[in-house]
């Protein structure tokens, strides 16, 4: 059944790998230089030695280099929607077209069929999701030090959140195919569910994945522990009166300031906020997130397939 | 010994619709059975639950005396098995398709996989999408062969075949028949093409079976009668009537005959099965549209 | 290679059993099976005509009933040393009466069909008829 289940799977494999390994080419190049740039540049010394100090020239010159490739990479980040919905396909072609009843009516049960079939997919997925994850997270490294971590576009493709993305659109689209028994109009439709929820996650559920922090200072200097994070709400009052008030969505980048108005010298600020401490535990729990509702996704394929009349 | 396949009062719905109802029958082992009736009336569906595609809604199936269901694992590798559409890997090669019954099924014969192929004439390394319809039909059944069953399903295997492909497919099915103890029910809506290879017959109309048996013994006690113009209610009640007919003069009957029929008003006459079957089948036909109609 | 090969009419109204063994009986009439020929063995008359290989058995049953053939166990079904003699000259009266019939047929104005039907009443009401 092992030889099947990949034999089956087999060329869907061998895209998603062969994804994998065109973005490699494409990225690995670029990166050496970012990194090369960043290292033998000095931006790297510049930013490390001073933290929230604006390394002006470096900066200038490595964001006219690489900013508009930097921009473009945000759009990798549909890349594991893909490759997830693509290793999905052999599984629910089987079910479509009726193959499934060639291998039911063999000597092997249906159970052994499935956890084969599932567990090749998701070992798949999970070796190009790796591999994504890896690449990703290499590439981005110096921007990551330049524009903080927790930046939207910068943190969706670094650390291992890329790999939850794959198994999760894996597991969409398997658990739709199996309920709807059509391959081509399923992936599509598990694609743009994977785009509905990576917008939603992003955008509302990120910030409360882990609990923030808040701080109250005075006067306009950020202070050093606002440095790479993110600012989901910001309140300034003079003598009790609100000066300045405005929502989370955006990053303070590493070097960005808040507010610097003069009128606001005399001003109490009050944040709430993710430190860049809490990359790695935001990191992790978003993975676990998408990986554990990816799993919860297969089991239930699994359980409707095993019931199929 | 239990048969080869045992059904009472098996049924299967769908929603609110009766795919098949109140199957009650026996299939002998050794027996080379036609399932015959039109589209619609339960074929595929009683073949599915044979095999433990299909979860029966009421009533019981066994296979060689086993749940096929429940006891899966030990009814499949005794059990084979030919869906309708002919289901094979359209991307594999013909060598590769024979990878997967060895690699599926642990009583696997491979040499004799390899020579029924070889007999074909067919090359290994094509591509099964790029054969035949027959051919892929003959692929197929070698298949459901090599993992050696001791019962075979086939789900109106020839419907979409021309002649010659329909010829040869039988042939390799009655070649099975006559080498190994084998058991093969064969579900058709067209008779003609099972009658040779046949020695039982099932009719099943509507979900129901009108009509199971030997189809020696069938063709041995169905009779037409013919007579002048009269009512069937003295031989109604010796024997079964199938079908009555009358015209202004003659009336005609159609019995399943409990014995000799001794009535000296009626010219018997022996009847081919085809007759037979159609008789059952129309009869269920008008009761169908009887039915629609009030 | 088998020694005969069987043909099926299945317009005929004629049983497949009984067809493939009259069918044997007229190759040991004509002398092209002789004692301890074997018979086609079920397979190959089955691969050939796409029947039921019980309809061969029941053939060769007859012709064994009849002593025309035996089985031999694990070998195959063998034409009897004692089967009927083929037709030779022994026959010689009968044929010419049978020529000079059909020359009277036809002069009376019988067509084949005429004369078909004549020898198959004929046969029939010979042999007994079952009713059910």
Known sequence: MTWLGWRLQRTETIVALGIVALLSALLVPTGINMWDAYNHGGLGACLGANPGFSCGNRIGNFRAQFQSLSDLANWFTLVPGVIGVLLAAPFVADLENGTYRLAWTQSITRGRWVFTKLGLSLLAALLAGGALTLLFDWWRGPTAHLDGRLDTGIYDSTGTVMLGYTLFALGLAIALGVLWRRSAASLVVAFIGYFATRILVDYKLREHLVSPLTATWKGAQQPAFLNDARILSLRATIHGHEVLSGGGGGFIGGTGKVGAAPGLKNAIFHAVYQPNSHYWPLQLTETALFAGVALLLIAFAAWRVLRTD | MSAALETHGLGKRYGSQWALRDCTLEIPRGSVTALVGPNGAGKTTLLRMAVGLTRPSEGSVRVLGLDPRADAAETLPRVGFLAQEHPLYGAFTVAEMLHVGRSLNPGWDDESARARIAELGLPLKKKVRSLSGGQRAQVALTLALAKRPEVLFLDEPVASLDPLARREFMQTVAEAVAEHELTVVLSSHILADLERVCDHLVILAVGRTQLAGSIDEIVATHRLLTGPRDSAEDVARVHEVVRESHAERQTTLLVRANGHVYDARWTVHELDLEEIVLAYLGQDAARRREAVVS | ?132
């Open chain 3, 1 to 132: 290679m088998a020694l005969i090969e069987f043909h099926l009419d299945s317009r005929s109204g004629v049983p497949t059993y009984l067809q493939l063994a009259n069918q044997v009986r007229h190759a040991v009439q004509l002398g092209i099976l002789r004692p301890g020929d074997q018979l086609p063995t079920v397979k190959e008359v089955v691969s050939g005509l796409a029947i039921n290989p019980n309809t061969v058995l029941k053939a060769y049953g007859t012709l064994e009933t009849d002593g025309i053939a035996e089985g031999r166990r694990g070998q195959g079904t063998f034409v009897k040393s004692s089967a009927p003699a083929p037709l030779g000259d022994d026959f010689g009266n009968l044929r010419r009466s049978l020529r000079d019939w059909f020359g009277r047929a036809r002069a009376a104005g019988l067509d084949d069909r005429a004369i078909e039907a004549l020898l198959s009443e004929q046969h029939s009401s010979g042999s007994a008829k079952r009713v059910a």
